[in-house]
């Protein structure tokens, strides 16, 4: 039978609030353990959560980003359940009435096709603390140490509707999601410390079966690589079962990244019956028009909306604007460098998605930390444009920048690398080489026309790469055709 | 059946609402409660005479009212600035802790 | 000068401010009289000495140096149930039985802050969760009119400290009735204001929606004292109320001509006590008496709130406790096998036979399959009976009726079966499902047993409450009446 695969993530992303959401803790990441969890964190007896402003804030911009309704009126609820690093005994998040509902972003697909994901909802809830488990100094192994340092964090959990067929469709979506909640300021979309990370639930059905087959959730995957691979085995494990004749259970499982496989979770946690109900101790959250109208004023231009303006209003194609706009810091780095050399759109991204974005990758950088800045960036492209240097001569000059932190012209001014273009230089080089090679000239004129680029190469080693690609194409020709 | 019975349950009867020892244990499963063997009749009984004191509510007509979550009408919750207010004050905390190390709160090994 | 004990708060501020007494010297009354009777009365769970001398020695100072407030220097009792930092704070419970609290609530901070001294914790059914006292793992108190009576609850402790005049006033907390029950049953005056009125940070939860700090004194006049220090708006307590609080003494005097007091007609229907009755109706004339006029008004779905209540203060229980799980701070079982065992003993052998009880209704009430006939259908008769009383307020300034069925019972004689006992709360309850204000003032005796009469206010009506009662207080002495054995 020929099986569809049908994907829906939860993402986890972290609020990237100063404080907790419900108490006056720092989130910072990485403090020492405890430090950063006060009586509300602890769950002392007595103490009272307080909402922060800016959680609620960030949500709301979440859900104008990806044209949702944003509920005139939430309720916060309880989740029971006991486990150590849940202080309270219950988490509390939202339930029947979360703050956003509906939604929808638009993903890429690596073969160019467009396909639109839609968000249930997306509500906002508390992060759980950390339990240690290993490498504590003095501990044996029959304990556990619990950190509730991240216990509080506010965090805005985004459903999306099961909508994805597979493992690449499900990353690109994350990967979109991820780009949006950096761009709206929201998160800092850190992975590995666990600031985004998402539950995958993952079910077959025959294809064309309009009801959906019995699910797994793969919990805690915290980067784009383990969402692919664990899902793809996922996939295939559940093909397995289904062609064998047996079932998928419903049950939470587990991606072992050093395995390569899932596994299910202890089945007894499954019997959990969270008992939700609203939380008494925090009144509905309330939101208007004027504080709506807000929040949309201070929206940044988002990516769907950046790349649309790349297209339309610089040229470019829309692979290229996509991949400019995936980060905010690299679609206004692009942009600081097209300002900066007044135009020239296809030259920068070029050079960003090229010399940049390759000096970056070996050095394992962010765009933010790039050794080269927009403005040098742009200098070296004027030169580019103007002809003082070809583009592979360019190739040359930002490796020297990126090493040795100078300005374009400072490099071509030292290294003599300016572009020559003077007719009678060239032409002096190309008798020079025709004379050194006479067979090769000969050949050529029998009407081997493929030995012209023999005389390109011959000719531009002789000018040190600097001969003015146009005027030797155009001179050689003249020449050799004798 | 009880002192002010006739007032306020004014037509009780035992409704089919017990539960049995199976129940109780579900229940205390849920709740982390370990009960003792004599504790479980008890609660069988407690629990069911609660339920059916209970089971009254059904002569309610609540077809025309919402859920009360709250005692007072009309509130809304109020939000707090996005401000770091605490700082560590994690030893004075741990001393009420049971077991502590590293500045961790220890508990039996957890088995993911 | 009369004997201290048996001064009221506003009496003793007088005293203070005049300089007749020192605080240190008020303080080592009471602590003297509190150690004589703890023995008999187990009112008291820790009595807070050395706390009490310092701080009555710097109330002092600011009487000296005379910035004193109101309330400098005048000694009082918190139900075990508020927070105070580097004081046990036990909730009468094994659980909490040797935690000490890192901070204040913000009833405490606010009455240190006034100047008032803090003589101890007062006793009281675990978690508040009782009618009797006799939930508290620090063993019942007794009830200062008869020792082998209960003294109600859950604020028993406090109820018998005041009656007793062991405390001129104390705290005491009140989720279906447990200020105004005991209040009633020890002869004293408890007010539990507004659900909002009173910050709930640092107090220990039992049901969150329904819980209001407030307090049992000797009269209507010490709780207004005492309540406008206490009560108003703290960032802290997302529930509580942005309002400003009157100043109840002020209020106190005003006539009650024109007053329209609600009587209700479920609560003299059937069921109560003729001798009880006869208290309240006797009560109604004085009031009448002032220029008040009768109205009768009903609340049909009133007979609903003490199943209402079994339900919705269970629920919210189960989920407030859960966070007592032997990890960060409480009692931890000996050498747990493993998490699970963990969990299970500690809770289970943490929390008292009644605990368990209302954690497992609560469980079952919330669990699958049981939410929405049991959980919201409360809630959707909560509505009910709140709309009732809100439409009787239209008519109405308060309503008056009886706080309790009967007088004190004798210890044990309920514990047998849950729902006799939980019946205790009927006249209480629906104020705390409503968020209104009540109170319970001293009405008369049945042989030699207090009895109360409950006044329930509209919401944030504490004035006109306090007002009526204290002219009730100016016409009669109930309230001025010891009982016998701590006269003296």
């Known amino acids: 039978m020929e099986w569809q695969t049908v994907i829906g993530l939860e993402i986890h992303a972290q609020l990237a609030t100063r404080s907790k959401i419900f108490s006056g803790s720092a989130t910072t990441y990485g403090a020492p353990p405890n430090a950063q969890a006060n009586l509300v964190d602890l769950a002392y007896p007595g103490v009272l959560p307080v909402l922060n402003a800016e959680a609620v804030r960030m949500a709301v911009k979440f859900g104008l980003a990806i044209n949702a309704r944003v509920m005139r009126r939430s309720v916060f609820a309880r989740k029971n359940y006991f486990y150590p690093d849940l202080p309270k005994g219950y988490q509390i998040s939202q339930y029947e009435l979360p703050i956003v509902c509906g939604g929808a972003v638009d993903i890429v697909l690596e073969d160019g096709t467009d396909r639109r994901i839609g968000v249930t909802r997306a509500h906002l809830e508390e ?4 339990s240690l488990h290993e490498g504590l100094a003095g501990l044996s192994g029959a304990l556990t140490g619990v950190d509730l340092n991240r216990a509080g964090t506010p965090l805005i959990e985004i459903v999306s509707e099961p909508q994805m067929h597979s493992a690449k469709e499900a990353v690109a979506y994350m990967k979109k ?15 590995q410390e666990g600031s985004f990370r998402c539950d995958a639930n993952v079910s077959l059905r025959p294809r064309g079966a309009e009801k959906l087959g019995t699910r797994a959730e793969i919990k805690n995957l915290n980067s784009f690589r383990f969402v692919e691979k664990a899902i793809n085995y996922e996939v295939a494990r559940q093909i397995e079962l289904l062609e064998s004749g047996r079932q998928v259970t419903q049950e939470t499982r587990l991606y072992d990244a050093d395995r390569g496989e899932t596994r299910s979770m202890r089945s007894k946690e499954e019997a959990n019956d969270y008992r939700y109900f609203p939380d008494p101790d925090l009144l509905p959250v309330e939101i208007d028009q004027p504080y709506i109208d807000a929040v949309t004023a201070d929206l940044p231009e988002l990516p769907d909306q950046k790349a649309q303006r790349f297209i339309s209003q610089h040229g470019l194609s829309a692979y290229d604007a996509g991949v400019l706009t995936a980060g905010a810091e690299l679609a206004d780095y692009y942009e600081a460098v097209v300002h900066e050399l007044g135009g020239h759109p296809k030259v920068a991204a070029n050079a960003v998605m090229g010399e940049l974005a390759g000096l970056l990758n070996r050095d394992g950088l962010e765009i933010a930390a790039s050794r080269v800045s927009a403005r040098r960036l742009a200098g070296l492209l004027r030169r580019v444009v103007d002809n003082t240097i070809s583009g592979k001569i360019a190739k040359d000059v930002i490796e020297a920048m990126w090493e040795q932190g100078q300005e374009a012209d400072s490099i071509i001014q030292a290294r003599g690398l300016r572009q020559i273009t003077d007719e009678s230089a060239i032409e002096a080089a190309i008798d020079a080489v025709m004379i050194a090679n006479p067979s090769q000239l000969a050949d050529y004129r029998a009407g081997k026309e493929k030995l012209f680029g023999f005389f390109v190469g011959q000719v531009m080693k002789a000018t040190g790469g600097k001969a003015n690609p146009a005027r030797l194409n155009e001179l050689l020709k003249k020449k050799l055709g004798g | 059946m009880y002192d002010f019975a006739p007032f306020f349950l004014p037509e009780i009867e035992p409704i089919a609402m017990s539960l049995n020892h199976r129940d109780i244990e579900n229940i205390a499963y849920l709740a982390r409660l370990a009960l003792t063997v004599e504790e479980i009749p008890v609660y069988v009984e407690g629990l069911s005479r609660i339920l059916a004191m209970v089971a009254e509510l059904e002569r309610a007509d609540t077809s025309q009212v919402e859920p009360m979550a709250h005692p007072l009408p009309g509130q809304r919750t109020r939000l707090r600035a996005d401000v770091v207010t605490e700082t560590d004050r994690h030893q004075l905390f741990q001393r009420n802790a049971p077991q502590v190390e590293a500045a961790l709160y220890l508990v039996p090994r957890v088995i993911e | 000068m009369t004997e201290l004990h048996t001064m009221t708060v506003a009496e003793l501020a007088a005293a203070l401010r005049s300089r007749q007494v020192s605080s240190v010297e008020l303080a080592r009354s ?116 008869d020792p082998l009576r209960v003294p109600g609850g859950s604020s028993g402790g406090s109820a018998a400290a005041v009656a007793a005049r062991l405390a001129p006033a104390a705290t005491a907390t009140d989720t279906g009735g447990s200020i105004r029950q005991p209040a009633a049953l020890c002869g004293v005056t408890g007010i539990k204001p507004t659900y909002g009125r009173v910050s709930r940070y640092g107090m220990v939860a039992f049901a969150s929606s329904l819980d209001q700090g407030g307090l049992i004194t000797q009269s209507a006049q010490d709780a207004a004292l005492l309540l406008a220090a206490m009560a108003g708006f703290d960032e802290r307590d997302s529930t509580s109320v942005e309002l400003p609080v009157p100043d109840y003494a002020a209020g106190l005097e005003q006539p009650l001509k024109g007053l329209k007091i609600g009587l209700l007609k479920e609560f003299f229907d059937r069921g109560l006590d003729d001798e009880i009755e006869r208290h309240i109706r006797a009560a109604l004339d004085v009031l009448r008496a002032q220029g008040a006029v009768l109205k009768e008004v009903s609340l049909p779905n009133l007979p609903l709130s003490v199943p209402t209540y079994y339900v919705v203060a269970p629920a919210e229980c189960s989920s407030n406790l859960a966070r007592f799980d032997g990890v960060r701070y409480g009692y931890r079982c000996e050498k747990p096998r493993d998490l699970l065992d963990l969990y299970q003993r500690s809770r289970g052998e943490g929390f008292g036979a009644e605990v368990k009880r209302r954690i497992m209704t609560g469980t079952y009430v919330l669990s699958a399959g049981y939410y929405d006939a049991f959980y919201l259908k409360a809630q959707r008769v909560r509505q009910l009976i709140s709309n009732d009383f809100e439409h009787a307020f239209h008519e109405v300034d308060v309503v008056i009726g009886p706080t309790t069925p009967t007088a004190a019972f004798e210890l044990g004689a309920k514990t047998s079966d849950p729902v006799t006992m939980y019946l205790n709360d009927i006249y209480t309850i629906g104020a705390n499902l409503a968020g209104l204000p009540a109170m319970s003032v001293p009405c008369g005796f049945v042989q030699g047993l207090p009895v109360g009469m409950q006044i329930i206010g509209a919401h944030f009506g504490e004035e006109r409450l306090l007002n009526v009662a204290h002219r009730y207080q100016c016409e009669t002495d109930w309230h001025r009446r010891a009982p016998p054995g701590f006269v003296a």
């Open chain 1, 177 to 191: 999601i991820h780009t949006l909640v950096r761009y709206l300021g929201i998160c800092d979309g850190n992975m």
């Open chain 3, 30 to 145: 009471f602590l003297a009289r509190i150690e004589r009777h703890q023995a008999d009365l187990n009112a008291f769970i820790s009595i807070t000495a050395e706390a009490a001398l310092e701080q009555a020695g710097k109330a002092d100072e600011r009487l000296r140096g005379g910035d004193a407030g109101a309330l400098t220097g005048v000694p009082i009792a918190h139900k075990d149930i508020f927070c105070t930092a580097g004081e046990k704070t036990t909730c009468g419970s094994r659980m909490l039985a040797n935690f000490v609290s890192p901070y204040d609530a913000t009833v405490v901070e606010r009455l240190r802050a006034a100047g008032v001294v803090m003589l101890g914790k007062t006793n009281m059914d675990e978690f508040a969760m009782g009618s009797s006292n006799e939930t508290s793992y620090f063993g019942p108190v007794r009830n200062p009119w």
């Open chain 1, 127 to 130: 992060d759980a603390g950390k």
